[in-house]
């Protein structure tokens, strides 16, 4: 099997080139092929791609299966894993299956809440630990050793990747990741970028970009109704006027176009701020129609 990733999102976040990852969802029939279809639509245009894991506390198929057909079309996988699904032994199990079958970025999480999908009741969070303690379980694979001490003869040498949350998350909280080895951010969505700059500004000062890349979350919204959910119920994101009024009215195709546009907007006021490595392209339920919109418009094509 190929490693696209060891050419592509590892060297560029370490050359300082502008980096631009995306996010694919697994869907939740085991049927390969929209998984196949939209890394063929993210190869050329994207660095690497996440694979979420049963995000928003639903089923679905299991992001290692999903990440190796990525890696069949020639797409690099970031390796999304939750602590809220596995104990310290299947998130060791997974991960040096992950090594083994060519995955080298992991992003390491707690999960969203059992109560925001259908499972509640059914089921109880396992979560040994939260999303820093998986950052230092991943850090002491690379360093050779599992977590009761059993030693690796083939380390693992995951690059890891965390999330952080703009208006929300403190100095300290960041810098407690970077202690425990996080090597890039990827960030909530951001649509007021001015905002954004204001909690970003400190977080240069104290020197967290330095030790490891910002990549910035953006969106292209669909509707009205979506950016509204986002800005009311959503932790850290914030939308601003001239973003809700550029989506007032519109739906179907015109909401879509509205919605690239403002995206490639986005993109263009984060480039301009020092310290903003790349950004981090989600578009559920229509990612591989509008990754490749986005990046077109806005000249990041690689190809």
Same mark, same amino acid.
């Given at each position: ?117 259908? #499972? ?70 951001? #649509? ?112």
């Amino acid at each position: 099997m190929t490693d696209p990733e060891s050419k592509t999102f590892a060297d560029a976040l370490s050359t300082g080139e502008f980096v631009v990852t995306a996010e694919l969802g697994p869907p939740t029939n085991p049927d390969p092929e929209p998984v196949r279809r939209t890394a063929r639509a993210f190869v050329g245009s994207v660095h690497a791609a996440n694979v979420t894991d049963n995000q928003v506390a639903t089923v679905k198929l299991s992001p290692l299966a999903c990440a190796v057909w990525m890696m069949e079309e020639g797409l690099a996988p970031i390796l999304q894993l939750t602590t809220r699904d596995r104990n310290v032994m299947a998130l060791q199990s997974d991960l040096l299956g992950a090594w083994a079958l060519g995955v080298r970025s992991v992003m390491a999480l707690s999960g969203d809440p059992l109560n925001v999908g259908p #499972y509640e009741g059914k089921t109880k969070a396992v979560s040994d630990f939260d999303s820093v303690g998986l950052i230092r379980l991943v850090a002491e694979m690379n360093a050779g050793h599992l977590a009761a001490g059993e030693q690796l003869s083939s380390p693992t040498g995951f690059c890891i990747v965390s999330a952080a949350n703009p208006l929300v998350d403190s100095i300290e909280k960041l810098e407690q990741k970077l202690d425990a080895g996080v090597q890039c951010f990827q960030t909530n969505i951001v #649509y007021d970028v001015g905002r954004f700059a204001e909690w970003f500004e400190p977080v240069v000062a104290a020197g967290i970009p330095d030790r490891a890349p910002f990549l910035v979350g953006v969106t292209p919204p669909r509707s009205m109704r979506m950016l509204e959910h986002m800005h009311k119920n959503i932790p850290g994101i914030e939308v601003d006027t001239a973003t809700f009024e550029a989506m007032e009215g519109l739906a179907g195709d015109e909401a879509k176009s509205a919605g690239v546009d403002i995206a490639v907007s986005v993109i263009g006021q984060l480039r301009s701020l020092a310290k903003v490595s790349g950004c981090h392209l989600m578009a559920p339920g229509w990612e591989a129609e509008a990754v490749p919109r986005v990046l077109e418009s806005g000249g990041l094509a690689r190809c």
